[in-house]
């Protein structure tokens, strides 16, 4: 099982003593569950962090109750605080884990409340990783074909032939068509040919007349679905 190194070094920790007191517990768990497996629901567990080194090796790799992966991320946390950088990135995989999706929500009850002590350390972390060479971005441009319509990323250098730099550019090429809004006019209906069971009337006005009712009646009823022999021609 991979170990700290000579005063805890290893984890890069300001705080040796501290540091050293939550290694030890760390490594209690760890090698608790190397020697006695949990029968029940595990998680997978990096014992060296990927992200500070460790490998996928399953030498590096130990199976955790979902409330033991919680404690051992916590430590990681604790332990690695004095080193920027790696307090960064344990924060960062702290959170991914209280808000990872998983069938067993043991691990959760506790971890909205212990992440809030440190959520200011977690958005100086965030806005540290997107800066210079630590932002995902770094060293790399968007291109666009405006032939195909196309956009990739690229390590930045020469572009390619038949691409420029930018995100849809060909966009700005195309010829910028006006939607003209829908004017909606007022229908006015006397002066249109209607049609009453099968009677043909030159206007609404001479509709009502002819059968004794008010002209808004009679426009009433050629608007209303309730009188479907009342027709516009």
Not at 3 to 11: N, P, V
Not at 107 to 114: A, F, I, M
Request: aromatic letters at 12%.
């Amino acid at each position: 099982m991979p170990a700290l190194g000579a005063g805890g070094r290893e984890f890069g920790c300001e705080y040796i003593n501290t540091c050293m007191n939550y290694a030890r517990i760390y490594y209690n768990i760890i090698q608790n569950r190397l020697d006695n497996p949990y029968q029940g629901y595990t998680e997978k567990h990096h014992i060296i962090p990927v992200s500070l080194g460790g490998s996928n090796h399953r030498d590096n790799l130990v199976k955790l109750s979902a409330r033991e992966h919680f404690i051992c991320h916590y430590l990681l946390v604790k332990m690695y605080r004095g080193n920027t950088n790696s307090y960064y990135k344990m924060l960062q995989a702290f959170n991914m884990m209280c808000h990872s999706i998983t069938s067993n929500q043991e691990r959760y009850k506790n971890c909205s409340k212990v992440f809030s002590r440190y959520r200011e350390d977690f958005a100086k972390a965030m806005r540290s990783l997107q800066i210079g060479e630590n932002n995902s971005q770094s060293g790399t441009m968007w291109i666009c074909n405006l032939i195909t319509k196309e956009n990739k990323k690229i390590v930045k250098g020469a572009i390619p032939d038949g691409w420029v730099a930018g995100r849809n550019k060909w966009k700005q090429l195309e010829p910028k068509v006006k939607k003209l809004k829908e004017v909606k006019t007022k229908k006015y209906l006397n002066g249109y040919s209607v049609s009453i069971d099968g009677i043909v009337y030159d206007s609404i006005s001479q509709a009502a007349d002819s059968l004794g009712i008010g002209h808004e009646t009679a426009r009433m009823r050629f608007k209303s679905r309730n009188y479907p022999n009342y027709k516009i021609m």
